[in-house]
């Protein structure tokens, strides 16, 4: 199976008056061919951040290093004329906030015509209406709405469009950024499956990123768990949710409510995230881990291989073989 993404050792950094806030620090990893990764964490831990480094789209104070390859192809090195190729034919990305992402005085037409041919300028406009509509319809809008205006949709139709437009030049690669949000449970189950569906008819690879554990249950291969900029754990699904490794890991599926048990307190995790302008010299997770030790506080922790699992933890230090 090859790899659609790579990402090695990319530290994303913004400038700011109080100094360098470390919003992505040092992460490593990579995506296979039609597979979905889950990225999920608390906010403000760097999940966006890093969607949005894929695609450099970052404010003008943010510091990136390291590398990005897509279908081998290195991006992070390539001025912005070469990226406005790349974005929406190989990788595509769609936002929290729909509303905000569409222009409210255009047609959904426009938005489509215009996507369609700033990159493929050797089509005609109905050619180009033509992949609109057959993309509107795919996500189950009926092509009369298509000269309809952002403010005529609902939420959910709002997000489905974004879908739209972001498959509609058929990239390899989608990044998802909480796309459910802002909906209800019943329109979220919808839009998921949705995702799922596209993904698998037009075998692309997906990056779900999420706050939401249930909605990587139900979507990912992967699960990749962030945590103050630093990715802390990554293995498959099933292991990340039966077996979890890192302590960080296992504090956020036990604070999940569980209808099942009875008599069970509420559980969460004392404590708040590091100031990421002055993190802890050792384990980012330390002051709030009940498991920490002296070199947790003194020594960051590699990345250790504990049975096909990504750990960055001390505990799994004996007989491991790290790596930074």
Not at 189 to 203: P, R, T, V
Request: aromatic content about 6%; charged content about 25%.
């Amino acid at each position: 199976m090859s790899t659609v993404l790579s990402v090695e050792k990319l530290k994303v950094y913004y400038r700011t008056e109080k100094g360098l806030v470390r919003a992505v620090d040092n992460v490593t990893f990579s995506i296979n061919e039609e597979e979905t990764i889950g990225l999920v964490g608390e906010s403000g831990c760097g999940k966006s951040t890093l969607g949005s480094t894929l695609l450099k789209i970052l404010p003008n104070n943010a510091i990136v290093e390291g590398k990005i390859f897509l279908n081998g192809e290195e991006i992070v090195s390539k001025p912005e004329k070469e990226m406005q190729k790349i974005r929406g034919v190989k990788v595509s990305m769609i936002f929290q906030d729909p509303m905000t992402s569409l222009n409210p005085i255009m047609k959904i037409e426009d938005h489509f015509i215009e996507t369609i041919l700033t990159h493929r300028p050797d089509l005609t406009r109905d050619e180009a209406m033509e992949m609109a509509i057959k993309a509107l319809e795919s996500v189950g809008i009926d092509k009369s709405r298509i000269r309809d205006y952002p403010f005529q949709f609902s939420g959910g139709m709002r997000q489905r469009v974004m879908i739209a437009l972001a498959i509609v030049l058929n990239p390899v690669m989608l990044i998802a950024d909480e796309p459910t949000t802002s909906l209800d449970v019943i329109v979220q189950a919808q839009i998921l499956e949705l995702l799922k569906d596209l993904k698998n008819k037009y075998k692309m690879s997906m990056l779900l990123i999420t706050h939401d554990l249930g909605v990587v249950a139900e979507m990912a291969d992967r699960i990749g768990v962030m945590y103050a900029g630093h990715l802390v754990e990554l293995g498959k699904s099933e292991k990340i949710y039966y077996e979890p490794k890192h302590p960080y890991t296992k504090a956020l599926l036990e604070s999940i409510p569980n209808t099942n048990v009875e008599d069970r307190e509420l559980r969460f995790i004392p404590g708040s995230p590091p100031d990421l302008v002055d993190p802890p010299k050792g384990c980012r997770f330390a002051p709030r881990c009940q498991k920490a030790r002296k070199i947790c506080w003194e020594k960051e922790p590699p990345i250790f291989d504990v049975d096909g699992t990504q750990v960055k933890c001390w505990i799994y230090e004996e007989g491991k073989g790290g790596t930074t």
